[in-house]
């Protein structure tokens, strides 16, 4: 059997790999442990957030399925930072745990050219640094053009729960137990990583008068540019806001021997970004109470989560005698029923020095990773990648140049090109702070920056290419437009104080005017497509910011576009500084950019690279 | 290479004389533009041009431009080069008005790389480029490091820290808004916090950069009956070191009579006119005069007659220079001594065969610890590139402060706070990039 791609692992990486490459038209096979399990949301019950939500719409925009999913499984949609400005403005949303899953399992056996199987895979099928295929746990070979590894936590995963260290992956599942180990013969580095989950609660069994209530926004959102939501929203699931308090510590500092994580029993890197409970008291011992919250996982009655809460902040690795100590001493939860206890889970990472800038591996030719495997954390993240090594693994077969998005193009490009110029020594999560072109990566215009993209892999349609096109030519003529629109002072005076008579463009660039205001002095504006209104009035009021922030991305762009030859030899270049030999060697940069980037390496030995370059390569730098 | 580079091109404090070289498209016009004299765009190429670079309506100082047009020039771009007289502090001001008027500061070795990338120097010649841009670097490395020891970058350091401190607090909002416990960062807190970090930028631009030796130098007053030997001494100093003689006004308002340039820093001797022209009768007014001279000057040198007993005017001015720093030149030292002076702190010397007049500068150089200023405090002088940096922070701090009480939201804020960080970091030869996020995980308790 022969497929041109297979992509192992049915998480939120494996699915965007999958959906895209067959939907390119190549024929792909998904190889994941359970098929039911395609799409689980195995820790939050939620999707997007903070900088995460602007990935959701990056992967939508180059036509991947998260956003479209989610959209048909959401129980709750927030807009965040609606007041911190327009660079950091993102949408979450609580979605289904059940209905999530099963849209997408629906959405993926529907697909052409997709196939789906349910094996374990334990080896790959190499020849002279060339992926073939790969063996099953069975033995049974299968083989590829490209093989795509999104295999998650499922890399020889251990479950944690104090003493307790089971050998499988999250809910039990069955884990890949020689993968890792066949990876580090072929040469790649291996690391071991570790993350967590809260514990789950029975509602019926919570006091929920006792915590204060955390609501849906009145307005509808959607993550896809390509339809609406189907959420109730004027009757959205609500979430709870509760604290720990000094007995919930006191238990946790009194068992703190007992943990995982304390006991010694944890050898894998955990990320800052999700700490253990035990590990927030202890760093930060002078902090009386830390916030938590009780989100819900499903309303599908009579399904596995339906009831059960999701209890955010509360990640542990303590055993489940603790564990239901710690719950009871919070308010509303003295006599809560736990319903799945938490757990620690370390896994088998590759170190992602070790991947290209395309997602293809370093080590073997046609091998693409994504996700997990890469060293990050989050659904959001995984997908992200997850659609690029679907592209690229196309591309590759096509024999075309890889997608790479840049930092100042995308999240998705911010968080490929950490990834594989710094590294990571911890699951990677993103933030908007590490985005230094964030006021150009906004989740409004995300459809702007990579639609194109997604057209010219042929995950977007002609529908979706022309309505982009609308959108952009309607916002250049309102740009236009607002120019010329004269409002006399005299509907002016109704807002501003003294007002004279000035244009709509000027009145936009009114730090105090917002869209609501705008609709009241130009009526017009109330029949415009909210969205062209929205990236209008961002793109008027921030001109200059964003301007500022184009200039520079630009200067960036000339840089990214100094390729540096695959074959290049560092020994050959005689006075590079040994730090920076060392580590352009290991990287093996593909632009003067990404070498700039890598800590270590010094303008003087950009400098250096380039002479080197001309002398080398001549013009063609 | 589309931008247009600049550095001081000879050795700082070596001598009278100091050349910027500017090279690459617009080099001209952008000097030009700082320029009074005829309109460089207009000049032939390979002219040397005489007038002034005037900035903010100011004179800063007297220079001779070269210009170089493409493509005859050692980078194959347009070349300017100013020739300048003035020492360490004027140097280093010229320099740091031409990086805030566009220019980049040359990386170490880039005149050499542009030369080669623009096909001046041949391969087998660009061989030596690489030895050329490692050392040039590694001189650079050597006085940066040499330069940011003390104060200084303890200073920066600390701005840096607030920043971070500020950002982290800003941007831990932005990434957890639903951590309800946390600060609500509004414009009012950050415009407050941005006033303190933008005075304590101010102080730090000030004291290092208007430190007023390197400014203006040491306005050394010269003082003593007539024709005990003043302008002998003066004159003396000037020919050996080929200084200006000018009558061009000082910076303390004071007629300069001439100057001179000790280990890159310019010495100014005030006129004493006052007391020169003075007779008996007018004698007590001629003191006052040198009272006024001693009260404003750096330093003073009172120079006596080794061959006189001591008059009751001199013995007054004793004792007002002993207030002050100064030194005591007892000139005539070839001639029979009949000063009744006791030997503490005196230098003998002539100017007929001009001994003791390196003691003299040896003692000037001692009471300001010149040698020790161009070594041990490199960077308050030396460093235009590390002054235009901070000035560039200033800048970010000002605009941020401006979007605050614009209204502008907090993300756009935050982005001039992180490049005010970041400038404020390649001062410090710190750039780097996680620190931020290490901060706001080290001081927040955030996650799942």
Same mark, same amino acid.
């Given at each position: 059997m022969k497929y041109d791609v297979i992509v192992v692992g049915g998480g939120h990486a494996g699915i965007e790999a999958a959906y895209a490459t067959s939907k390119i038209g190549h024929s792909t096979l998904l190889i994941t @442990? $359970? +098929? !039911? $399990? +395609? @799409? &689980?949301? *195995?820790?939050? *019950?939620?999707i997007g957030g903070s900088s995460k939500g602007v990935i959701v719409r990056e992967v939508d925009a180059l036509g991947g399925l998260m956003g479209k999913v989610a959209d048909k499984a959401l129980l709750q949609m927030k807009m965040l930072n609606s007041s911190k400005g327009p660079a950091v403005q993102c949408l979450r949303g609580q979605a289904d745990k059940e209905l999530y899953p099963s849209i997408m399992q629906k959405a993926l056996m529907s697909q052409k050219n997709l196939e789906l199987k349910e094996a374990i895979v334990e080896d790959l099928i190499v020849e002279s640094n060339n992926v073939k295929g790969v063996i099953l746990s069975d033995g049974s070979k299968i083989f590829c053009d490209i093989l795509i590894l999104t295999t998650g936590t499922y890399l020889k995963s251990e479950i944690l729960r104090g003493s307790e260290k089971l050998a #499988? @992956? *999250?809910?039990g599942e069955v884990r890949s137990n020689y993968l890792s180990d066949r990876l580090k013969d072929l040469g790649f580095k291996i690391i071991r990583l570790k993350t967590g989950t809260p514990p789950r609660i029975d509602v019926r069994t919570a006091d929920l008068n006792k915590m204060q209530e955390e609501l849906g926004d009145d307005t509808r959102y959607s993550f896809s540019f390509d339809g609406e939501s189907s959420y109730d929203v004027n009757n959205q699931e609500k979430c709870y806001l509760i604290y720990t308090n000094h007995k919930t510590h006191e238990i946790i500092k009194d068992n703190l021997d007992k943990s995982s994580m304390y006991g010694g029993y944890v050898t894998g890197v955990g990320p800052r970004y999700c700490p253990s409970i035990e590990d927030k008291i202890v760093r930060f011992? &002078? !902090? #009386?109470r830390h916030i938590l919250f009780l989100e819900p996982q499903s309303m599908v009655e009579n399904s596995k989560y339906y009831n059960s809460y999701y209890l955010q902040g509360f990640s542990t690795s303590m055993p489940p005698d603790v564990q239901e100590e710690m719950v009871h001493s919070l308010e509303g939860l003295e006599n809560a029923r736990i319903l799945e206890y938490a757990y620690a889970i370390e896994y088998d990472a590759i170190d992602p020095l070790q991947v290209k800038p395309s997602l293809e591996s370093k080590i073997l030719n046609g091998l693409f990773t994504a996700g997990q495997i890469n060293g990050t954390s989050g659904y959001e993240e995984a997908a992200g990648q997850g659609i690029i090594a679907g592209i690229n693994a196309s591309r590759k077969i096509k024999g075309l140049e890889p997608l790479i998005l840049k930092r100042n193009e995308a999240y998705i490009g911010v968080l490929i090109d950490d990834l594989v110029t710094k590294g990571t020594i911890e699951p990677y999560r993103m933030l908007t702070s590490r985005a230094e072109y964030r006021l150009l990566l906004r989740h409004d215009n995300a459809d702007i920056r990579l639609r194109n993209y997604g057209f010219e892999a042929g995950l977007i349609s002609d529908s979706q290419k022309e309505k982009l096109d609308r959108k952009i030519l309607q916002c250049e003529e309102w740009k236009e437009k607002i120019k010329k629109i004269k409002i006399d002072k005299s509907i002016l005076n109704n807002f501003f104080e003294n007002a004279r008579t000035s244009s709509l463009e000027e009145i936009i660039k009114r730090p105090v005017v917002n869209l609501e205001m705008l609709k009241e002095i130009y009526p017009e504006f109330k029949l415009c497509d909210k969205e062209i209104l929205e990236e209008l009035v961002i793109e008027v009021k921030y001109e200059g910011y964003i301007v500022k922030a184009y200039n520079d991305a630009q200067k960036l762009t000339k840089l990214e576009g100094k390729q540096i030859p695959s074959d290049i030899d560092y020994k050959k270049i005689k006075n590079l500084a040994s730090e920076a030999r060392e580590k352009l060697e290991k990287i093996r940069p593909i632009s003067i950019a990404q070498a700039s980037r890598i800590s270590g390496v010094n303008p003087a030995d950009i400098s250096i690279l380039a002479v080197y370059l001309r002398k080398e390569y001549g013009k063609n730098e | 290479m589309d931008d247009i580079i600049a550095a001081i091109s000879t050795a700082l404090g070596a001598g009278g004389i100091s050349i910027i070289r500017v090279s690459g498209k617009g080099s001209i016009s952008l000097v030009n533009s700082l320029f009074s004299g005829k309109n460089l765009e207009e000049v032939e190429s390979h002219t040397i041009n005489y007038g002034h670079i005037v900035y903010d309506g100011e004179i800063i100082d007297e220079v001779l431009v070269s210009i170089m047009k493409a493509p005859k020039t050692y980078t194959v771009e347009d070349v300017v080069e100013i020739n300048l007289h003035g020492g360490i502090a004027t140097t280093n001001k010229v320099l740091e008005i031409l990086l805030r008027s566009g220019c980049r500061q040359a990386e170490p070795g880039e005149f050499t790389k542009r030369a080669f990338l623009n096909g001046r120097i041949d391969l087998v010649e660009a061989e030596a480029v690489g030895d050329i841009i490692e050392a040039e670097s590694e001189e650079a490395r050597k006085m940066s490091v040499q330069g940011l020891t003390g104060k200084l970058s303890q200073i920066i350091s600390s701005i840096r820290e607030r920043l971070l401190n500020l950002e982290s607090r800003i941007e831990v909002n932005i990434d957890y808004p639903e951590y309800e416990d946390l600060e609500d960062m509004t414009t009012e807190k950050i415009g407050k916090e941005l006033e303190e970090i933008g005075q304590e930028i101010e102080t730090m631009l000030e004291e290092s950069k208007n430190g007023k030796i390197i400014k203006s130098g040491i306005d050394v007053a010269l003082v003593g009956r007539p024709n005990v030997g003043k302008s002998s001494i003066l004159n003396a100093f000037l020919e050996e070191e080929k200084a200006i003689v000018t009558n061009i006004a000082g910076t303390t308002r004071d007629i300069v009579e001439g100057r001179m340039i000790l280990n890159g820093i310019m010495i100014n001797f005030i006129d004493t006119a006052g007391i020169r022209e003075t007779n008996d009768e007018v004698e007590k007014i001629g003191v006052d005069k040198s009272m006024q001279i001693i009260e404003k000057a750096d330093l003073i040198i009172l120079v006596l007659n080794n061959n006189e007993k001591l008059s009751n005017e001199e013995k007054e001015l004793l004792k007002y220079v002993s207030t002050k720093k100064n030194i005591i030149f007892v000139n005539k030292n070839d001639l029979d001594k009949k000063i009744d002076i006791a030997d503490e702190n005196v230098v003998y010397g002539n100017t007929v065969d001009k001994n003791g007049l390196d003691s003299l500068k040896n003692a000037i150089k001692s009471i300001f610890q010149l040698d020790d200023l161009v070594k041990k405090d490199f960077t308050y002088i030396s460093n235009a590139r590390q002054l235009s940096l901070i000035n560039r922070a200033y800048e970010y701090i000002k605009s941020a402060e401006e979007a605050v009480s614009m209204e502008i939201p907090v993300d756009i804020i935050e982005n001039d706070l992180a490049n005010a960080r970041k400038t404020l970091g390649e001062v410090l030869g710190e750039v780097y990039d996680e620190e931020l996020i290490d901060t706001l995980f080290a001081n927040f308790c955030l996650g799942k």
């Open positions: @442990g $359970n +098929i !039911k $399990n +395609i @799409g &689980d949301m *195995p820790c939050n *019950p939620s #499988e @992956g *999250p809910h011992s &002078d !902090k #009386e | -």
